[in-house]
């Protein structure tokens, strides 16, 4: 009776704080801001916080009762995370026995993967040095370089991958503003992405198969780009494939540490991606889907006890750490009504069958239009083909893209190809579980079949697609975010030309890389899109990415010429595609003055 009166005690007392005027808030809002060194001022100038004032009583009444129930449950919650501990332990022995079996069981796989990765590693080395790019440098200057609660709540742009965007905000505050740094989450996601396809489709197939797909995954040209772009995309991939290796294992097994695993990672994907809900609907539909089919070691009653739990958990996850966002950026379904629409059944679907053409045009790029082909046949024959793997007899790939391709016309989008980044790995698998299969029907001895997909086909096909990607120049001149070849060369001579009586302008593909190096440098030239700007300066500099085929006339406005004021654009320098034109200012047309 006691603890009851307590209860009602504490949590009445917590609500009061309901009843607080918003004011309140705002000033413990300033007093955390200019504790943290960010001044009053600053705030307001960069963030509405009326609306955090308002929500912030009820996260600190969240907080006083989940510390409470915590309190209350105290003895529940020990004996949970004991047990989960325990699972824990188990999680780790199974792993770690899986690949202690894999490299005692199949060596030279692995020293072919050895190979596969140190020669991926390269690839990716060699381009990760390349100028900024338009989507990299915005993403640093306008969220990733703010102090956290400004990075992380700004949503006005679905650009801002939260979670990578985190981590370049750390990578760069320990290492410094370098366009490396600011690459090296999404390099290292790149990276570790080619040993979890390797193991993942390993498990789920063969260790041809798993092999064969780490190579097709370390010369792929949309999965390289990315891997030295500044993007979430890559991370995202990676957290796809974990969630089909912990799909392997929680599909047959109750163990709370890899159930809490699959959850934490699909959170984390969320944080990264919006779009990682295609993800959770494809992996625990084929746990779904398996355990109806009688491929599963627990019922089905316990897989959907399991999954509803820990949906939930992601949901509520996911809700918490875009609270802020939703808050602070005020989210409506405008902000995403660019990544699909609704329209006739017939036109839509005419128009999702062309998207899906290209798309798989664009996970096969530089490759030439046979070695395409032949990828789509042995991914479509891939489909049809019957698991040879005891564990998982149902075909992942069927039950994966059936799932996706129901969401999909549900709601289709048709937006830039890289937010389906994440169908890389699962297109490149399936390629190589159809190669692998037609390989088992050819009547070849052992030592043969060994030497075929353990070395001359996994590193035939990487020579050959990573020839192509490095010929086909297809990552340094990928035009989807803004690449400006000649940004940091042409800041450089532009900080030593111009004064402070003059203007620089630009194009919007090459706009946020020319104001990251002009901030790198410290310089003060001007950069403006405003014609009165331009008007009142003594010169013009134009600066044109030709990668896009802009011209500088189309990048000043018609009254500057009409006027008279300033000559016609002259080119005064060129770098790798950029052109510098000078516009100079002449004589006054009606008074004659300067």
Not at 95 to 118: D, G, K, M
Not at 410 to 428: G, N, Q
Not at 474 to 484: K, L, Q, S
């Amino acid at each position: 009776m006691l603890l009851a009166c307590l209860t009602v005690v504490t949590l009445s007392s917590a609500s009061i704080i309901l009843f607080f005027p918003d004011s309140v808030a705002t000033a413990v809002l300033f007093s955390t801001a200019e504790f943290f060194g960010h001044s009053n001022q600053r705030v307001s100038q960069t963030i509405n916080v009326e609306p955090i004032a308002g929500q912030l009583k009820y996260f600190i009444v969240l907080v006083i009762w989940s510390m409470y129930l915590i309190y209350f449950y105290k003895r529940q919650l020990q004996q949970y995370f004991h047990n989960l501990l325990l699972d824990f332990r188990c999680f780790c022995k199974e792993v770690t026995s899986f690949c202690w079996q894999l490299f005692h069981r199949h060596p030279a796989s692995v020293y072919s993967f050895a190979i596969v990765l140190l020669l991926g590693f390269a690839l990716r080395y060699l381009y990760l040095f390349e100028p900024i790019r338009h989507d990299e440098a915005y993403t640093y200057t306008q969220f990733a370089q703010r102090p956290l609660f400004l990075g992380l709540t700004q949503y006005y742009n679905p650009g801002n991958h939260l979670l990578h965007t985190l981590f370049v905000h750390f990578s760069t505050l320990l290492m410094g503003n370098e366009p490396w740094t600011i690459r090296l989450p999404t390099f290292l996601s790149g990276l570790a992405l080619i040993p979890a396809v390797f193991l993942t489709f390993t498990r789920l197939f063969s260790v041809h198969v798993g092999l064969l797909t780490a190579a097709l995954v370390a010369s792929s040209s949309p999965l390289i780009e990315y891997s030295v772009n500044a993007r979430g995309y890559c991370l995202q991939s990676l957290f796809f494939v974990l969630l089909i290796a912990l799909a392997t294992i929680v599909r047959n097994s109750e163990n709370r540490a890899a159930w809490c695993a699959f959850s934490l990672t699909a959170v984390l994907g969320l944080a990264t991606v919006p779009t990682t809900i295609y993800l959770c609907a494809m992996t625990v539909g084929w746990i779904f889907f398996s355990t109806l089919f009688d491929d599963s070691k627990l019922g089905l009653l316990k897989i959907v006890k399991l999954i509803s739990g820990h949906t939930l958990v992601i949901m509520l996850a996911t809700a918490m750490f875009y609270w802020p966002v939703a808050v602070v950026s005020e989210l409506h379904h405008e902000l995403l009504s660019h990544l699909g629409g609704f329209g006739s059944t017939s036109i839509q679907l005419s128009r999702s069958v062309t998207y899906l053409q290209d798309l798989t045009l664009y996970l096969t790029r530089d490759l030439p239009t046979p070695m395409t082909f032949i990828f789509g046949m042995m991914a479509a024959l891939s489909l049809f083909m019957k698991s040879t793997n005891r564990l998982h007899k149902h075909n992942f790939f069927l039950i994966a893209m059936l799932i996706f391709l129901c969401l999909y016309l549900l709601h289709p989008v048709y937006y830039y190809f890289r937010i389906w980044l994440f169908l890389t790995p699962l297109f490149l698998g399936a390629t190589a579980y159809g190669i692998v299969a037609i390989g088992s029907h050819l009547a070849l001895s052992a030592g043969l079949h060994r030497m075929l997909f353990l070395w001359i086909i996994p590193l035939g096909c990487f020579f050959l697609c990573s020839t192509f990607v490095f010929t086909s120049n297809g990552v340094r001149h990928a035009t989807d975010t803004g690449t400006f070849l000649g940004g940091e060369i042409a800041t450089r001579y532009i900080t030593e030309l111009a004064d402070t009586s003059d203007v620089v302008t630009t194009g919007i593909y090459s706009s946020a890389n020319l104001r990251y190096y002009l901030d790198k440098l410290n310089s003060t030239t001007k950069l403006t899109w405003s014609a009165n700007e331009m008007a009142s300066s003594n010169r013009i500099l134009i600066v044109v990415n030709t990668l896009y085929r802009e011209n500088a006339v189309d990048l000043i406005e018609d009254t500057l010429f009409t006027t008279g004021l300033f000559s016609r654009p002259v080119l005064d320098a060129v770098f790798d595609h950029t052109e510098i034109y000078i516009m100079e200012r002449q004589d006054d047309p009606i008074n004659g003055n300067s």
